[in-house]
């Protein structure tokens, strides 16, 4: 799992999940032995244990990883308040004068995990945009709701 | 067809519906990732007032506030599942435990997947089984958003599944129905009883691959939200004279199943199942059976 190894080194997060590892496509699941003890037909198998995140390229991690890394001590970490954390959420970047607080160095290319309180909402990059620094939105939790559309549709 | 036939059907069993029933907006604490208490303070602070369903251990009601309870970071955080109140009463019937292995034979879009897994703790197995592959789309987002981990869900055809000589615990049969009027707005303009007919026949195919994969002294739990009794009681009858199976009492909201259906007298044992009528209970229409293998 590159993809999840290399993301993990973008926000400096040190995590190693438990159970076997396991591919479905893009998707990467870490299966508990008790999940696991009861798989039986993985042709037609279309989700199992923990999603870890999916790679499109880039890895996106799911909201389950990013649940867990925004409880641990060590990634790299920028807080919003509700209106920031709300745009951000709507598919956003977060402008630098906008984070109220950071754990991490804010340099170019860094990755962060975009906290409202104990609570991650995705993550995103440093970058410079008119010789402002910013973070590029790369991944938030509306894309549930993006999905949800996406299926009604 | 029309709602007429369907409305007097229903009144030849005891109730006069008006076909303009609706719902309560209903939500479900998600107890993986939150508490009862936290999600009501959460929630009030945005000015929604939640109301606890008083036969559901996890569901309230859910009644104002600006942003929708659909579009809310706790929704997107996973601490509530958008669940109808007569939709969450099955996996309290079925009651799994943690360690237990647990099949959910029509499991998309995982609503109740998603409750059982919360009532075991993540702990044990649900093997969720859904014919549709873009229904598990949906289901495949509810595990994800509400943190389940304790789920292997495959694309698959119930009514024949083959799952070695694997046999589960418990069993949750949420089966494929007619629906209702009270979810659907053009639900009498789609419906005849022709479909009702039809769906029933697949119901039975269902329920028998059931018991097959059940243990015994297993529970199943075969449920409709469907207020026509060929759905309904007529199945539970044939599943009485057709397999050796138990029932067991469903208590709750609502009333005892039938035991007279359209002109046919059926085993008293079938009133040991619950059938939710909209103008009772003011949900939707819902029928329950809990069904043991000795
Ligand atoms: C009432 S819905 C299930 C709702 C679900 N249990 C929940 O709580 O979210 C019935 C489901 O049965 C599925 N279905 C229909 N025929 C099936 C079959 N032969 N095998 C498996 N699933 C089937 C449908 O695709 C549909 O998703």
């Known amino acids: 799992m590159r993809e999840l190894k290399d993301f993990l080194a973008s926000i400096g997060a040190v995590y190693e999940p438990g159970g076997m590892r396991m591919n479905l496509n893009d998707r990467r699941f870490a299966v508990g032995a008790d999940v696991a003890a009861h798989i039986r037909d993985r042709g037609r198998m279309v989700y199992a244990g923990k999603l870890l995140g999916r790679t499109r390229g880039e890895f996106i991690p799911s909201a389950g990883l990013l649940r867990e890394l925004g409880r641990m001590q060590g990634p790299n970490k920028v807080w919003v308040d509700e209106r920031v954390g709300w745009l951000f959420a709507c598919g956003r970047d977060v402008f630098g004068e906008s984070i109220t607080k950071s754990e991490g160095e804010l340099e170019e290319g860094a990755c962060f995990l975009v906290m409202m309180g104990d609570d991650c909402l995705g993550y995103g990059r440093v970058e410079t945009r008119g010789g402002k620094m910013l973070l590029k939105n790369l991944f938030d939790l509306g894309d549930f709701l993006r999905r949800e559309r996406g299926l009604e549709e | ?294």
Not at chain 2, 94 to 110: F, K, N, R, S
Not at chain 2, 117 to 130: E, H, L, R
Not at chain 2, 260 to 280: H, I, Q, T, Y
């Open chain 2, 1 to 294: 067809m029309g709602a007429g036939i369907f409305l007097k059907r229903y009144e030849t069993m005891g109730h006069e519906l008006t076909g303009r029933e609706r719902t309560r907006r209903a939500i479900r604490v998600n107890t993986l990732l939150a508490s009862r208490e936290e999600l009501e303070e959460k929630l009030s602070a945005r000015g929604v007032k939640l109301t606890p369903i008083p036969w559901l251990r996890d569901g309230f009601h859910a009644e104002g506030g600006e942003s929708s309870v659909g579009a809310s970071f706790e929704y997107l955080l996973g601490l509530y599942a958008i669940q109808e109140a007569a939709a969450q009463f099955p996996i309290e019937v079925l009651a799994p435990t943690a360690g237990e292995v647990v099949l959910d034979m029509c499991a998309a879009p995982g609503g109740k997947t998603a409750q059982a897994a919360a009532w075991m703790g993540n702990k044990g197995a649900i093997v969720a089984v859904d014919v549709k592959r873009d229904r598990l789309y949906a289901l495949e987002n509810n595990l994800e958003r509400l943190g389940v981990e304790n789920c292997v869900a495959y694309c698959a055809d119930a009514t024949s599944l083959d799952y070695g000589s694997e046999l589960f615990d418990k069993i949750l049969l949420d089966a494929p129905c007619s629906g209702n009027f009270v979810t659907d707005r053009e639900w009498f303009t789609k419906r005849d009883i022709g479909d009702v007919e039809k769906n029933s026949l697949v119901q039975r195919r269902l329920l028998g691959t059931a018991l097959g994969l059940l243990k015994p002294g297993g529970t199943l739990v075969y449920t409709t939200c469907s207020l026509e009794p060929e759905e309904d009681e007529l199945n539970v009858q044939w599943l009485l004279e057709n397999h050796d199976v138990k029932l067991s009492q469903v208590d709750g909201p609502g009333s005892p199943a039938l035991m007279e259906v359209l002109g046919r007298g059926l085993s008293p044992e079938v009133a040991k199942c619950r059938r939710f009528w909209p103008d009772e209970t003011g949900t939707q229409g819902f029928f329950v059976a809990k069904v043991v293998k000795p």
